[in-house]
Protein backbone atom coordinates (compact mmCIF):
# COMPACT_ATOMS: atom_id res chain seq x y z
CA UNK A 1 0.00 0.00 0.00
CA UNK A 2 0.87 3.51 -0.52
CA UNK A 3 1.39 5.85 1.90
CA UNK A 4 -1.04 9.08 2.53
CA UNK A 5 0.35 11.54 -0.20
CA UNK A 6 2.06 14.69 1.48
CA UNK A 7 0.27 16.96 -0.62
CA UNK A 8 -2.99 16.48 0.54
CA UNK A 9 -1.21 16.28 3.89
CA UNK A 10 0.18 20.05 3.63
CA UNK A 11 -3.28 20.97 2.13
CA UNK A 12 -5.35 20.29 5.08
CA UNK A 13 -2.12 21.76 7.56
CA UNK A 14 -2.65 25.06 5.53
CA UNK A 15 -6.29 24.88 6.63
CA UNK A 16 -5.42 23.66 10.24
CA UNK A 17 -7.19 20.33 10.08
CA UNK A 18 -5.56 16.42 9.74
CA UNK A 19 -5.81 13.03 9.06
CA UNK A 20 -7.49 11.26 12.14
CA UNK A 21 -7.16 8.18 10.89
CA UNK A 22 -8.74 6.20 8.13
CA UNK A 23 -8.91 2.78 6.69
CA UNK A 24 -8.72 0.76 3.17
CA UNK A 25 -11.44 -1.83 1.65
CA UNK A 26 -12.03 -3.88 -0.54
CA UNK A 27 -15.67 -3.39 -0.50
CA UNK A 28 -16.74 0.31 -0.25
CA UNK A 29 -20.33 -0.22 -0.72
CA UNK A 30 -20.31 -2.70 2.56
CA UNK A 31 -19.27 0.74 4.49
CA UNK A 32 -21.41 2.93 2.89
CA UNK A 33 -18.75 4.54 0.09
CA UNK A 34 -18.97 5.39 -3.35
CA UNK A 35 -17.62 2.24 -5.25
CA UNK A 36 -14.58 4.01 -6.60
CA UNK A 37 -12.94 4.75 -3.33
CA UNK A 38 -10.72 2.36 -1.66
CA UNK A 39 -9.39 4.56 0.99
CA UNK A 40 -11.14 6.72 3.51
CA UNK A 41 -9.05 9.30 6.11
CA UNK A 42 -11.04 10.87 8.58
CA UNK A 43 -10.13 14.74 9.33
CA UNK A 44 -10.40 17.06 12.33
CA UNK A 45 -8.92 19.95 13.51
CA UNK A 46 -4.99 20.62 14.17
CA UNK A 47 -4.96 21.83 17.64
CA UNK A 48 -3.84 24.30 19.13
CA UNK A 49 -4.31 26.70 15.82
CA UNK A 50 -7.42 25.26 14.39
CA UNK A 51 -9.96 27.45 16.65
CA UNK A 52 -8.05 30.83 15.65
CA UNK A 53 -7.41 30.13 12.06
CA UNK A 54 -11.43 29.33 12.01
CA UNK A 55 -12.51 32.57 13.83
CA UNK A 56 -10.96 34.36 10.87
CA UNK A 57 -13.39 32.54 8.52
CA UNK A 58 -16.01 34.40 6.71
CA UNK A 59 -18.45 31.60 7.91
CA UNK A 60 -17.53 32.55 11.62
CA UNK A 61 -18.08 36.31 10.97
CA UNK A 62 -21.30 36.54 8.62
CA UNK A 63 -23.79 35.96 11.34
CA UNK A 64 -25.41 32.86 9.57
CA UNK A 65 -26.31 29.36 11.19
CA UNK A 66 -24.21 26.26 11.79
CA UNK A 67 -20.55 28.54 10.71
CA UNK A 68 -18.27 25.16 11.30
CA UNK A 69 -20.15 23.36 9.29
CA UNK A 70 -20.24 25.86 6.54
CA UNK A 71 -16.85 26.28 6.62
CA UNK A 72 -16.37 22.23 6.95
CA UNK A 73 -17.78 22.26 3.63
CA UNK A 74 -16.50 24.47 1.30
CA UNK A 75 -13.04 23.78 2.71
CA UNK A 76 -12.95 20.06 2.44
CA UNK A 77 -15.04 20.51 -0.83
CA UNK A 78 -12.35 22.65 -2.49
CA UNK A 79 -9.57 19.75 -0.89
CA UNK A 80 -11.75 17.24 -2.91
CA UNK A 81 -11.78 18.74 -6.05
CA UNK A 82 -8.26 19.60 -6.26
CA UNK A 83 -7.17 15.89 -5.67
CA UNK A 84 -10.09 14.32 -7.12
CA UNK A 85 -11.64 12.51 -4.29
CA UNK A 86 -14.91 12.01 -2.52
CA UNK A 87 -15.99 14.07 0.62
CA UNK A 88 -17.54 13.08 3.01
CA UNK A 89 -19.38 15.05 6.32
CA UNK A 90 -21.21 14.28 9.42
CA UNK A 91 -23.67 16.31 9.23
CA UNK A 92 -26.07 17.57 6.29
CA UNK A 93 -28.67 14.11 6.91
CA UNK A 94 -30.90 12.28 7.48
CA UNK A 95 -29.39 10.25 5.92
CA UNK A 96 -26.04 10.71 7.67
CA UNK A 97 -22.85 8.99 7.21
CA UNK A 98 -21.96 6.72 9.59
CA UNK A 99 -18.78 8.41 10.59
CA UNK A 100 -18.95 6.33 14.29
CA UNK A 101 -18.24 3.00 12.60
CA UNK A 102 -15.88 4.52 10.48
CA UNK A 103 -13.82 5.75 13.26
CA UNK A 104 -13.74 1.91 14.74
CA UNK A 105 -12.40 0.68 11.84
CA UNK A 106 -9.11 2.77 12.16
CA UNK A 107 -7.08 1.51 14.53
CA UNK A 108 -6.44 5.05 16.30
CA UNK A 109 -9.79 5.89 17.42
CA UNK A 110 -12.21 3.26 20.01
CA UNK A 111 -15.24 3.59 21.94
CA UNK A 112 -14.20 4.39 25.29
CA UNK A 113 -15.76 3.15 28.61
CA UNK A 114 -18.65 5.94 27.71
CA UNK A 115 -19.37 4.81 24.52
CA UNK A 116 -18.11 8.33 22.96
CA UNK A 117 -15.04 7.81 20.93
CA UNK A 118 -11.51 8.23 22.33
CA UNK A 119 -8.53 9.20 19.93
CA UNK A 120 -4.54 8.38 20.67
CA UNK A 121 -3.86 11.75 20.45
CA UNK A 122 -7.04 13.76 21.25
CA UNK A 123 -8.60 11.95 23.70
CA UNK A 124 -12.52 12.22 24.06
CA UNK A 125 -12.15 15.54 21.92
CA UNK A 126 -11.95 14.06 18.95
CA UNK A 127 -14.26 14.96 16.49
CA UNK A 128 -14.21 15.29 13.00
CA UNK A 129 -15.00 17.94 10.66
CA UNK A 130 -15.19 15.38 7.34
CA UNK A 131 -13.62 12.98 5.35
CA UNK A 132 -11.86 12.58 2.32
CA UNK A 133 -12.34 8.98 0.06
CA UNK A 134 -9.24 8.20 -2.03
CA UNK A 135 -9.76 5.93 -5.07
CA UNK A 136 -6.82 3.75 -3.73
CA UNK A 137 -5.40 1.99 -0.78
CA UNK A 138 -3.30 3.53 1.52
CA UNK A 139 -1.69 2.46 4.68
CA UNK A 140 -2.39 4.47 7.85
CA UNK A 141 -0.78 4.38 11.14
CA UNK A 142 -2.47 2.55 14.12
CA UNK A 143 -2.38 2.93 17.55
CA UNK A 144 -3.83 0.52 20.58
CA UNK A 145 -6.77 1.81 22.62
CA UNK A 146 -5.88 4.40 25.55
CA UNK A 147 -8.68 2.92 27.57
CA UNK A 148 -6.42 -0.21 28.39
CA UNK A 149 -4.78 0.79 30.57
CA UNK A 150 -6.55 3.96 31.79
CA UNK A 151 -8.38 4.05 35.39
CA UNK A 152 -11.56 5.32 33.76
CA UNK A 153 -12.12 8.92 35.38
CA UNK A 154 -14.37 9.51 32.51
CA UNK A 155 -16.94 7.21 34.07
CA UNK A 156 -17.55 9.17 37.02
CA UNK A 157 -16.73 12.52 36.21
CA UNK A 158 -20.60 13.49 34.79
CA UNK A 159 -22.22 15.86 37.45
CA UNK A 160 -25.52 14.53 36.11
CA UNK A 161 -24.09 10.69 35.60
CA UNK A 162 -25.20 10.39 32.31
CA UNK A 163 -23.15 7.46 31.58
CA UNK A 164 -24.56 5.70 34.26
CA UNK A 165 -26.71 3.35 32.45
CA UNK A 166 -24.22 2.02 29.70
CA UNK A 167 -25.59 4.85 27.42
CA UNK A 168 -25.61 8.37 26.64
CA UNK A 169 -28.48 10.18 28.35
CA UNK A 170 -28.66 13.10 26.19
CA UNK A 171 -31.78 14.65 27.47
CA UNK A 172 -30.01 14.69 31.77
CA UNK A 173 -27.03 16.31 30.20
CA UNK A 174 -28.68 19.07 28.01
CA UNK A 175 -30.87 19.71 30.96
CA UNK A 176 -27.54 20.32 33.01
CA UNK A 177 -26.38 22.58 30.91
CA UNK A 178 -29.34 24.75 30.92
CA UNK A 179 -30.32 24.90 34.50
CA UNK A 180 -27.88 27.82 35.37
CA UNK A 181 -26.67 25.75 38.66
CA UNK A 182 -23.19 24.57 37.45
CA UNK A 183 -21.03 26.39 34.34
CA UNK A 184 -18.53 24.12 34.42
CA UNK A 185 -19.32 22.07 31.51
CA UNK A 186 -20.85 24.60 29.45
CA UNK A 187 -17.71 27.10 30.32
CA UNK A 188 -14.96 24.15 29.58
CA UNK A 189 -16.34 21.56 27.35
CA UNK A 190 -17.86 17.97 28.68
CA UNK A 191 -16.41 17.18 32.18
CA UNK A 192 -16.65 13.21 30.90
CA UNK A 193 -14.02 14.28 28.05
CA UNK A 194 -12.26 16.65 30.14
CA UNK A 195 -11.72 13.80 32.74
CA UNK A 196 -9.70 11.81 30.45
CA UNK A 197 -6.14 11.82 30.35
CA UNK A 198 -5.17 12.21 27.08
CA UNK A 199 -7.95 14.65 26.20
CA UNK A 200 -5.96 16.45 29.20
CA UNK A 201 -2.77 16.50 26.97
CA UNK A 202 -4.59 17.39 24.05
CA UNK A 203 -4.68 21.83 23.51
CA UNK A 204 -8.13 22.14 22.90
CA UNK A 205 -8.80 25.90 23.95
CA UNK A 206 -11.84 26.75 26.23
CA UNK A 207 -13.57 29.13 23.35
CA UNK A 208 -13.81 26.02 21.09
CA UNK A 209 -15.69 24.14 23.95
CA UNK A 210 -17.89 27.00 24.46
CA UNK A 211 -18.93 27.05 20.87
CA UNK A 212 -19.50 23.25 20.32
CA UNK A 213 -21.68 23.43 23.68
CA UNK A 214 -23.61 26.16 22.64
CA UNK A 215 -24.25 24.23 19.44
CA UNK A 216 -25.60 21.43 21.63
CA UNK A 217 -27.28 23.09 23.58
Known sequence: ????????????????????????????????????????????????SFWDHFKNSVEYNDGQPDPMDRWSKRVIENISSKFGLKPYFPFGGPPFAPFYSWALKTGRIYASPTKLLVHDTAGLF??????????????????ASPCTTCHKPCL??????????????????????????????????????????????????????????????
Open 126 to 143: VSFRGALGLPYHVDFDHE
Open 156 to 217: SACPVDAFAEGTYNATACRDELTSGDRQDCTGQGCAARRACPISQRFARVDEQSQFHMRSFI
Open 1 to 48: MATFPSEIVEALRQEHLCVLGGFSTEDPTEHALNPTVRSLALIGPDEP
